[in-house]
């Protein structure tokens, strides 16, 4: 079956230190997302794909990098860990539908938890 | 102000009751809409989307109002299982835009 897989599942990290966290589909899905999730304040774009060296800075990019060599990965990258970027970080996919819009329906994987001290 | 606004709640009914809670986005233009659910710690999953002449997918009902600029998600019987926070995404472009969630608590 078709999946979303993201690593680590879990990281604790210090300040200043680079990390990168993977996003892998096998759904063939043109569009891929990242996004973070805090209390309060729900998901929030960080950055997004709609292709094979297609890359595009969400509400919420800074400090953080992502870029697209093939159509199943989609790495993001903290240059330099602050403790604002504690979170829980979703990788999602989607198809394209008609006229090339986004099908609204995103496939997210399980999240990874990261913890910068 | 916030693209997209949810009552967080949480909103704690008994089992068999009704509930039924609204999200209002800023975006006229807004062309799609999505009710997405998630389950404490894990990722949200697409439970329906909202069609302009209001839809249903067994005990849950999705009412779109353009005039006002709102959809609300109802769930009739409720059981135990629908216990989640639900998740109200509006698509203003290419990007779909979550509220922060409404969670609801469904008790024995």
């Known amino acids: 079956d078709a999946e979303i897989t993201q690593s680590p599942r879990h990281k604790i990290t210090e300040t200043g230190r680079q990390v990168t966290l993977a996003c892998h589909q096998t759904w063939n899905h043109n569009n891929m997302f990242w996004y973070r999730q805090d209390l309060g304040h729900g998901l929030r774009l960080i950055h997004y794909s709609y292709g094979v060296h297609d890359t595009n800075k969400g509400e919420v990019s800074d400090g953080y990098s992502v870029s697209r060599s093939n159509t199943e990965d ?3 990258t903290l240059e330099s860990a602050a403790s604002s970027q504690t979170s829980v ?6 198809g394209t539908g008609l006229a090339g819009k986004n099908t609204g329906e995103l496939f997210f994987g399980e999240g990874s938890r990261l913890t910068v001290l | 102000r916030k693209e997209v606004e949810q009552d967080p709640g949480p909103f704690n009914v008994p089992e068999g009751a009704t509930v039924a809670f609204n999200c ?36 849950f009902t999705a009412q779109l109002n ?11 019987d409720s ?4 216990s989640a926070t639900y998740l109200c995404v509006v698509t203003p472009d290419y990007k779909l835009s979550f509220g922060a969630g409404t969670t609801v608590t469904v008790r024995a």
């Not at chain 1, 970080?89 to 989607?94: G, I």
């Not at chain 2, 059981?79 to 629908?82: A, E, G, H, R, T």
């Open chain 1, 89 to 94: 970080y979703f990788c999602a996919s989607s």
């Open chain 2, 79 to 82: 059981k135990l299982s629908d």
């Open chain 1, 74 to 76: 989609l790495p993001l």
């Open chain 2, 24 to 59: 209002t986005y800023s975006n006229s233009a807004s062309q799609s809409f999505f009710w997405y659910r998630q389950d404490c710690r894990k990722e949200p999953k697409l439970l329906m989307s909202v069609y302009s002449s209001g839809n249903e997918d067994g005990r």
């Open chain 2, 66 to 76: 353009r005039a006002s600029q709102y959809i609300s998600l109802l769930i009739r």
